[in-house]
């Protein structure tokens, strides 16, 4: 089998656009924002929060979960819902050299 576009890129420039993927919808950001204001949070309080239904809230915290960005414990019927610290440490990591080099290179561009 041929190679895939993503084959033809580093391991470093795969998983920011990964991560920049999951997070590329608003409501994802809303979901992370909310859990960095609650802590953690079952899907029914997410719902309550987002103007979307909750199958939509349910596939949307799929995404941020398969990334990584979110975790899930099981408790009872439901599913509480917090951040991943590692992931958002690794995605920091990841991205300090591209912000490090912007800074230095702010004005010398046209």
Do not use: W
């Not at 993503?6 to 919808?25: G, P």
């Not at 995404?63 to 975790?71: Q, S």
């Not at 990591?93 to 912007?102: E, N, R, S, T």
């Amino acid at each position: 089998m041929g190679a895939t576009k993503t084959d033809h890129f580093t391991k470093r420039q795969n998983e920011i656009a990964n991560l920049m993927k999951a997070l590329s919808h608003p409501a994802r950001v809303a979901i992370i924002d909310h859990l960095l204001k609650v802590a953690a949070c079952v899907c029914g309080d997410i719902v309550a929060e987002l103007p979307l239904a909750q199958p939509t809230v349910s596939q949307h915290l799929k995404e941020l979960k398969n990334a990584g960005l979110i975790k899930g414990d099981i408790e009872g019927n439901s599913v509480c819902y917090c951040i991943n610290e590692k992931t958002f440490a690794k995605f920091e990591a990841l991205l300090q050299p591209i912000f490090g080099k912007v800074k230095a290179k702010a004005s010398s561009c046209c």
